[in-house]
């Protein structure tokens, strides 16, 4: 009969054996790995706020929206959010992950067809496992490889009986690069597929007011031709939680077959007190915004100069390559021990081990400098060993 702690024990062996085991740490040093891209959740206006709201209750949302969880400013919120992104309606959910997942798990089935970038994040790639879709991979950010797919679906099922569902982020979160959304949509418009975008770690950044990269790069009707759009409440606007922006009818349908909303206690009432507030402050923060892409330029092309291999990133995320997994966390230590918070990602969550350097609009040209600085004599620690 097999022991279960025996089985875990081998099993965190194995993790530790391969320089992949993971323990919670506290931060500290300049902020160089978080998601607080527009430096939101510290900043002095949001504290200011709060001691304005600090009395209102309950703490707690108490239950499930459906049940006794709503609340005035949770329905504010989803009307607020919506009308900013020019949507339709939308959808608050307790987390960003419960909105790619219980998401994907509501509008795909087994009989249907689920096209999903590679390097798709977990969220995503277990709506589409629970879901029981047919899962069919395309080759990261290859639309050439998506249409082929395509195709062959279309020859396996002439008479479309099956859905062609299309999920891809707009911006990767682990290399820093973003998909071609104009061809994306012309395929679309050729193959009649149901299209759903992550904006989790676009929104805040790019497009008009940081509306997000389709307000860059495509139009008006382009947009609105997008059936769901999934954001992220924990990232630029500072908070925690996921909102789903589509059609009036496809936010009815998820409020009834949404299992992982259906079942779910609520966001705490403040937060979405709060989103609305960090939305007002994030629309008007055009400087901010300018400065950052600024300064991951800079930041790239210093890591370049300096011969550091980083991947084809267009954003402030920052990804720089490393051969092995040790060398990845020896890299990390040392510049965490400097004062430097930069943190080691590893397989599985990437196919290969890096630093995964996230730029935030609280940081200076000074700081971007001594980073790379410390990178330069980190390397020459490692190549001394």
């Known amino acids: 009969m097999a022991n279960h702690w025996e089985e875990v024990q081998k099993k965190l062996d194995s993790i530790r054996e391969k320089q ?10 300049i902020d160089f790995c978080s998601n607080d891209y527009m430096g939101m959740a510290t900043n ?11 009395n209102i209750y309950p703490f707690g949302s108490t239950a499930a929206r459906l049940v006794r969880g709503n609340s005035n400013s949770m329905d504010q919120f989803e009307s607020e959010f919506a009308h900013f992104v020019e949507g ?20 795909a089935a087994p009989d249907c067809y689920l096209f999903t970038d590679r390097l798709n994040h977990a969220s995503i790639l277990d709506g589409i496992r629970i ?44 290399d820093g690069d ?52 999934v954001y992220t409440l924990g990232k630029s606007l500072g908070l925690e939680g996921g909102i789903i922006v589509t059609k009036k009818i496809g936010r009815d349908h ?25 939305l007002k402050l994030l629309s008007s923060m055009d400087k901010e ?34 051969e092995t997994e040790k060398e990845a966390l020896f890299y990390a230590a040392n510049l965490q021990e400097k004062g430097l918070d930069v943190r ?20 200076k040209l000074s700081d971007i400098q001594v980073l790379v600085e410390t990178l330069v004599q980190v390397r020459e620690m490692w190549n001394s060993l």
């Open 289 to 322: 915004r300018d400065e950052l892409l600024k300064i991951a330029d800079t930041l790239k092309n210093s890591l370049k100069t300096n011969g550091f291999i980083i991947t084809a990133s267009t954003s402030h995320i920052v990804p720089l390559l490393l």
């Open 131 to 174: 879901s029981g879709a047919q899962k069919k991979y395309y080759h990261h950010l290859d639309m050439n490889h998506l249409q082929s797919l395509l195709e062959k679906a279309d020859l396996e099922d002439p008479n479309h009986k099956k859905k062609r569902i299309v999920v891809t982020e707009t911006l990767f979160s682990m």
């Open 44 to 54: 002095p206006s949001m504290l200011e706020f709060f001691q304005t709201k600090k």
């Open 178 to 229: 973003s998909p071609d959304l104009k061809t994306l949509l012309a395929l679309k418009r050729k193959f009649g597929f149901v299209l759903v975008l992550d904006e989790a770690h676009a929104f805040g950044i790019y497009g008009v007011h940081g509306k997000g990269l389709v307000f860059r790069d495509l139009t008006l009707s382009e947009i609105h031709s997008i059936d769901y759009r």
């Open 88 to 107: 339709e309606a939308a959808l608050l959910v307790s987390t960003g992950f419960t909105a790619n997942f219980g998401l994907l798990d509501s509008i």
């Open 20 to 29: 992949l085991f993971r323990e919670t740490r506290n931060y500290q040093g």
């Open 254 to 278: 998820l409020v009834n077959v949404m299992r992982s909303f259906i079942f779910s206690t609520a966001p705490l009432p403040m937060i979405s007190e709060f989103a609305s507030y960090s």
């Open 344 to 363: 080691a990602i590893r397989p599985p969550t990437v196919p290969s081990p890096r630093l995964r350097i996230s730029l935030n609009a609280k940081l």
